[in-house]
Nanobody, 122 residues
Framework: VQLQAFGGGLVQAGDSLTLSCVDS??????VGWFRQGPGKEREFVAA????????FYADDVKGRFTISRDPAKNTAYQQMNSLKPEDTALYYC??????????????????WGQGTEVTVSS
């Protein structure tokens, strides 16, 4: 397995949760987090450039979610604060080789983790 996402769970509105995404040690430009809620399309959440740590967020998570990475552990993280019921989704991490700032399109990503489920109750 080359990419694995962990950390999902059932929380209440206002709670926090941290997701982890572990890679096998491949070379790539950025890690992105995406999510797909019930009956919804997959959507971009955040991305981080692996080498310089530049970050990019979707508007509806700015100020609540923080993406980070630890290259020594081949791991990216997504700290999610002030969770809302509408954040309920299957969260995926993915990697892209394309050197584009803020890679928000899922078509740019070539490796995907299996997804981890986040459920936020009201």
């Amino acid at each position: 397995v080359q990419l694995q996402a962990f950390g999902g769970g059932l929380v209440q509105a206002g709670d926090s949760l941290t997701l982890s995404c572990v890679d096998s040690g491949r070379a790539f430009y950025a890690v992105g987090w995406f999510r797909q809620g019930p009956g919804k399309e997959r959507e971009f959440v955040a991305a981080i450039a692996w080498r310089d740590g530049r970050k990019f967020y979707a508007d509806d998570v700015k100020g609540r979610f923080t993406i980070s990475r630890d290259p020594a552990k081949n791991t990216a993280y997504q700290q999610m604060n002030s969770l809302k019921p509408e954040d309920t989704a299957l969260y995926y991490c993915a990697t892209t080789p394309h050197r584009i700032f803020g890679p928000s399109s899922s078509t740019l990503y070539d490796f995907w983790g299996q997804g981890t489920e986040v459920t936020v109750s009201s």
